[in-house]
Nanobody, 121 residues
């Protein structure tokens, strides 16, 4: 089982870009589907993006489609979330997650600790 550690969060202005990283321990990273989720204050955690174990296919929430890009480097055991054209509504704690199950927007069973992204308008 892998362990996940996110990094790259911070305070940015609306319109800026930010790249989050999710470093995984263990030698089986390439067998896991990876996902990014976020939770804004007072709201439930929501799905943001996911990528298959090989990196060949990705899927996004409508709210971030065209602005965010999920990717992974299996040689580095790391997944990424490139966030462009950030909006104040993107302010949240961002979590990466992993699963070995057949899942897309839910069913992830391994989670990182989260990284805060704050977008000022």
């Amino acid at each position: 089982q892998v362990q996940l550690v996110e990094s790259g969060g911070g305070l940015v202005q609306a319109g800026d870009s930010l790249r989050l990283s999710c470093a995984a321990s263990g030698r089986t990273f390439s067998t896991y589907r990876m996902g990014w989720f976020r939770q804004a204050p007072g709201k439930e955690r929501e799905f943001v993006a996911t990528i298959t174990s090989s990196g060949g296919t990705s899927f996004y929430a409508d709210s971030v489609k065209g602005r965010f890009t999920i990717s992974r480097d299996n040689a580095k055991n790391t997944a990424y979330l490139q966030m462009n054209s950030l909006k104040s509504d993107d302010t949240a704690v961002y979590y990466c997650a992993a699963t070995s199950k057949v899942a897309v927007t839910s069913g992830y069973d391994i989670w990182g600790q989260g990284t805060q992204v704050t977008v000022s308008s």
